[in-house]
């Protein structure tokens, strides 16, 4: 049902030619949407939106974007859908303003519950400003099937990423609601040696079951700093922000 047709996608030719690396320090932004619909933002900065600095990163779940689309939150993106209807693609979305290339796109095999949509993760490399290449990986953990399915699909892109070397970022709702799910990520985690990212007010996380969905992990560089902002008014989960600077 609603199987999206071409994956990644990019509306923008603006990927082809930006070669300016990423900051020394820059702000990552990692947000399950929940479809909201942000079509009047799609040219203003998510600055605008929240109460942040300039964030060069956005790492973002259950977007939605128009076919012919050429921003979101004002900078250019690719796309990984899981769910594609007449006039608009949903999915995880990574946006940047700074050099940014599609690596690899990861839809599910399995579709939740069975028969309804597949989930995706979507693999993006981004040079930084000392030249190395940054892997950035945004996904959005499928849901509602046995655990064997939620590890098998995780192995399934892990295995995209075990030959990769250097700098490493993965965010996203991960749909970690029980202990075993919790489990079964940190011991992924560990085999691609990332350190998760803690925050100073992670009562202010999505939670399930009383088990955070949202994560970010890292590796190749300094954290500077984290936070969580509150924003029930405009989705169901709560933004991660943080910054990193090049070890």
């Not at 609603?2 to 923008?12: A, D, E, L, V």
């Not at 085999?191 to 999505?206: F, G, M, N, R």
């Given at each position: 049902?609603?199987?999206?047709?071409?994956?990644?996608?990019?509306?923008?030719?603006?990927?082809?030619?930006?070669?300016?690396?990423?900051?020394?320090?820059?702000?990552?932004?990692?947000?399950?949407l929940q479809k909201v619909d942000f079509a009047h933002f799609i040219h203003r900065p998510i600055e605008n939106?929240?109460?942040?600095?300039?964030?060069?990163?956005?790492?973002?779940?259950?977007?939605?974007?128009?076919?012919?689309?050429?921003?979101?939150?004002?900078?250019?993106?690719?796309?990984?859908?899981?769910?594609?209807?007449?006039?608009?693609?949903?999915?995880?979305?990574?946006?940047?303003?700074?050099?940014?290339?599609?690596?690899?796109?990861?839809?599910?095999?399995?579709?939740?519950?069975?028969?309804?949509?597949?989930?995706?993760?979507?693999?993006?490399?981004?040079?930084?400003?000392?030249?190395?290449?940054?892997?950035?990986?945004?996904?959005?953990?499928?849901?509602?099937v046995p655990h064997r399915l939620f590890k098998k699909e995780l192995q399934v892109l892990w295995s995209k990423l075990s030959h990769l070397e250097g700098p490493?970022?993965?965010?996203?709702?991960?749909?970690?609601?029980?202990?075993?799910?919790?489990?079964?990520?940190?011991?992924?985690?560990?085999?691609?040696?990332?350190?998760?990212?803690?925050?100073?007010?992670?009562?202010?996380?999505?939670?399930?079951?009383?088990?955070?969905?949202?994560?970010?992990?890292?590796?190749?560089?300094?954290?500077?700093?984290?936070?969580?902002?509150?924003?029930?008014?405009?989705?169901?989960?709560?933004?991660?922000?943080?910054?990193?600077?090049?070890?």
């Open positions: 049902m609603y199987k999206p047709k071409s994956t990644p996608i990019s509306h923008s030719l603006h990927l082809q030619t930006v070669s300016t690396p990423l900051p020394a320090c820059f702000t990552l932004v990692c947000w399950n939106l929240l109460p942040i600095d300039q964030a060069q990163l956005l790492s973002l779940q259950e977007a939605g974007a128009w076919a012919q689309q050429n921003k979101f939150f004002d900078l250019p993106f690719v796309m990984a859908p899981n769910i594609q209807t007449r006039k608009k693609h949903f999915g995880v979305l990574t946006a940047s303003s700074h050099s940014m290339s599609a690596h690899h796109q990861c839809l599910t095999h399995s579709r939740e519950l069975g028969w309804i949509t597949h989930k995706t993760a979507l693999i993006t490399q981004h040079r930084l400003a000392n030249d190395e290449t940054l892997t950035h990986v945004n996904i959005h953990a499928i849901n509602f490493m970022i993965v965010s996203g709702d991960f749909n970690t609601w029980n202990k075993t799910r919790l489990k079964t990520l940190q011991h992924a985690i560990a085999q691609l040696q990332l350190t998760k990212v803690d925050y100073p007010e992670s009562h202010a996380i999505k939670t399930l079951l009383r088990k955070p969905l949202d994560h970010i992990f890292f590796r190749g560089l300094k954290l500077h700093s984290s936070q969580v902002i509150s924003v029930p008014d405009i989705s169901d989960h709560n933004p991660l922000i943080a910054t990193f600077c090049v070890a």
